[in-house]
């Protein structure tokens, strides 16, 4: 096991707060995927998890709160594809880092893309806005992961102790909430688009701090090599 995971986190540094826990059962479950099982396969199924929550919000506006109960199986599909499709390449040693990256990415904004419309879909006129909030800021979070990745040369999906599967389990238990406390999800989405504000700024300006630090190495280096 303990081979596993350090082949299968070799490619990043994560600071989610699941992080062990999570670490642990993808590699429990990477040791006994089926051989006709593929990285793309598994990516596929993630982005269906994600079109999956779309459609149960749009659905739930013609039929109800109660299909909003069946979102935790949705991200659980999500979860379980978009975290071991990359695993499972670095596993069977058949990694294609800038290939999946570019693919999980892009396959990640379409995601996102697709639960903030079935947000905005299933919320009060009022509130569709924070939908389209929610979506801006999350691909904000995402543009600012890239740039780090530039400036750095270090990748990371995480922001501070939250990471991609934290956010699943708030952005379930917020959708659950809706069927026990009608109206709730909108009150929790704005607050969710706050806390991914402030979570923005912060990202930014230490992106801001580290960018400079890089530029002032590189006019040190400019200077020894032309001394």
Known sequence: MSETKKAISQDRKRTNILHDQELALIAYLVERMPRWVTSNMLTSLGLCGNLLVAVLMCLATVWG????????????????????????AYYRKKPRKWFGFCLDIVVDWIGI???????????????????FIFVVLYGAEMIISQLRYKVTDKYSIDSGILGPTEVRIILTLLFCSEFFFPGSMQWFGLVISIILLFSFISDFRKLLAAADERDIALRREQQQASN
């Open 65 to 88: 709160s109660w299909l909003l109960l069946f979102t935790p199986i949705a991200f659980f599909i999500n979860w379980f594809g978009d975290s071991l499709d990359g695993r499972l």
């Open 113 to 131: 893309v697709a639960i903030g419309l079935g947000y905005y879909a299933y919320v009060q006129p009022a509130w569709k806005v924070v939908g």
